[in-house]
């Protein structure tokens, strides 16, 4: 299944943030939901900034647009307020990317735990992230920084319990 840009992708002013405040705001909303909708659809968990300006995201080779620097910089703070995005390091050159939230997460997981009949049974990190009774879940191949943040979520509301297994991590479920 392709990508699908939406309209605004192919519109060159879309590339230069507008001056006026109702339009900028938008305007933002566009580009936060592109860049979520974006790394939904190809698993990204992870952005380094100028590897993100080079991308397709910010880069519409067809009408030879970019966004600039500066652009991208106040998309991604804008991300960040609205608790989709972390940044790795203090020089803000990588983030993490969360286009769908911990509690999100947590709250998938848990209901194929629930569905499945599964409440009081342990599982490994992988086991649930990549083992074979996961693979059509949405949570499959969900990297272990944002399943471990899932998992805390569910911990927090007294639904499961993240534990150390050997030389590994585990999680039981209530």
């Known amino acids: 299944m392709s990508f699908e840009w939406?309209?605004?992708?192919?519109?060159p002013p879309f590339f230069t943030l507008q001056p006026n405040a109702d339009t900028r705001q938008k305007q933002l909303v566009a580009w936060c939901s592109l860049v979520l909708t974006y790394?939904?659809?190809?698993?990204?968990?992870?952005?380094?900034v100028m590897e993100a300006q080079e991308s397709p995201i910010f880069n519409n080779?067809?009408?030879?647009?970019?966004?600039?620097?500066?652009?991208v910089q106040?998309?991604?703070?804008?991300?960040?307020?609205?608790?989709n995005l972390?940044?790795?390091?203090?020089?803000?050159?990588?983030?993490?990317?969360?286009?769908?939230?911990?509690?999100?997460?947590?709250?998938l997981i848990y209901q194929w735990v629930s569905k499945n009949g599964m409440t009081n049974?342990?599982?490994?990190?992988?086991?649930?992230?990549?083992g074979d009774d996961t693979v059509k879940e949405e949570f499959h191949g969900l990297e272990e920084w944002m399943l471990?943040?899932?998992l805390q979520a569910l911990q927090l509301e007294q639904k499961a319990e993240i534990m150390a297994l050997n030389d590994s991590k585990g999680v039981k479920f209530f």
């Not at 939406?6 to 519109?11: D, E, L, R």
């Not at 106040?74 to 608790?83: T, V, W």
């Not at 972390?86 to 709250?107: A, Q, T």
């Open 6 to 11: 939406p309209w605004q992708y192919n519109f």
């Open 39 to 48: 790394c939904r659809h190809h698993k990204i968990y992870t952005l380094d």
């Open 61 to 71: 080779k067809k009408i030879e647009r970019k966004l600039p620097t500066d652009a």
């Open 74 to 83: 106040i998309i991604f703070e804008e991300l960040r307020k609205k608790g």
């Open 86 to 107: 972390e940044w790795i390091d203090k020089n803000k050159s990588r983030c993490l990317i969360m286009w769908r939230r911990p509690e999100e997460w947590g709250k």
């Open 121 to 130: 049974s342990v599982f490994t990190l992988y086991e649930l992230s990549n």
């Open 148 to 150: 471990l943040k899932s």
